[in-house]
């Protein structure tokens, strides 16, 4: 704050490092391995159940704060299935340390332990907004149940990211077309939602305008699950709103620069997340080189540019 009211870059910068390196700490910190111990209680379903092909559930809980993984057979596994993340459940286990050293998805997705599901004996609903989120997702859900089965997970995965029910095959024949980013929730499906928004956001005068707009976002974030792309989608989304309501448009370079920095100071553990490695790689170059490549290209413009970014 000093550093802004200053107008003292270097101090804006130091500033910034220090806070990096605190925050980076802390994240850091919450890594320490539980202690084997127990479990007689409720928990809270960090990530929506995933059905195993052999039979079983595999679920990540928030257990007072810090996650585990866990994998539920047989009655507890049934119960477990319909659930979604943010709802809670009275489970009966035993916590047991991670195999060490964690690996990069387990420090991506903060898991510091494993957990034995003996039983689920109770379930409850989330806090208000997740549980706004999960009835949207059953709604959609509940809606393409009489779709095929590739149609309907296909539908969940683009609109929701939800992949979790796709057939091998699909995901096989997404794979070999170069096109599996589609079944993952992406800057896209931000811009879809901000242009069905549009019209309702356009009534309201400029502050409240972008109020709106960052609801918006965040409310789509709680129902897509924090995916790394949706955060680095609506933090580009967020800050171009506020330099439109400011007067100050910003190029999108710096907007990614500026979005990049803000969400991995808030999430510092997302430097190891591939996929949001990709989301910002993706963009870096529609960015820098479609322009470039759409200078190049022959034929009328709007049919270059978007040869352009597919390129």
Request: with cysteine; glycine share 10%.
């Amino acid at each position: 704050a000093v550093a802004v009211a200053a107008r003292r870059p270097w101090l804006l910068c130091l500033a910034a490092a220090v806070l990096a390196a605190g925050l980076a700490d802390r994240a850091r910190a919450g890594l320490d391995p539980v202690v084997a111990a127990p479990l007689d209680g409720w928990v809270v379903l960090a990530t929506d159940p995933v059905p195993l092909d052999g039979g079983g559930t595999s679920v990540l809980f928030a257990v007072d704060g810090r996650r585990v993984e866990a994998v539920a057979h047989g009655p507890p596994s049934w119960v477990l299935q319909d659930r979604l993340a943010g709802e809670r459940v009275y489970l009966v286990g035993r916590l047991r340390p991670p195999r060490l050293p964690l690996s990069p998805w387990q420090v991506q997705r903060r898991i510091v332990g494993r957990l034995d599901v003996s039983d689920v004996l109770a379930d409850a609903p989330a806090a208000p907004l997740p549980r706004a989120a999960n009835a949207l997702r059953r709604t959609i859900d509940d809606g393409a149940r009489n779709l095929p089965r590739r149609a309907r997970t296909l539908l969940t995965g683009v609109v929701l990211g939800d992949d979790r029910s796709q057939p091998p095959e699909l995901a096989d024949d997404f794979r070999a077309a170069g096109l599996t980013h589609l079944t993952a929730v992406s800057g896209q499906n931000v811009a879809f939602v901000l242009a069905l928004a549009r019209p309702l956001l356009a009534r309201l005068p400029g502050r409240a305008r972008l109020l709106g707009t960052l609801a918006v976002l965040g409310a789509f974030a709680v129902l897509v699950r924090f995916e790394p792309s949706v955060l680095r989608a609506g933090a580009m989304a967020a800050l171009a709103a506020l330099a439109a309501v400011a007067g100050r448009p910003a190029e999108r370079l710096r907007l990614l620069a500026l979005a990049v920095a803000a969400v991995l100071l808030v999430d510092p553990l997302l430097v190891g997340s591939i996929g949001f490695g990709l989301s910002v790689g993706a963009s870096a170059g529609i960015v820098v080189l479609a322009p470039r490549i759409a200078g190049a290209l022959p034929g009328p413009r709007p049919l270059a540019e978007a040869l352009a970014v597919t390129v």
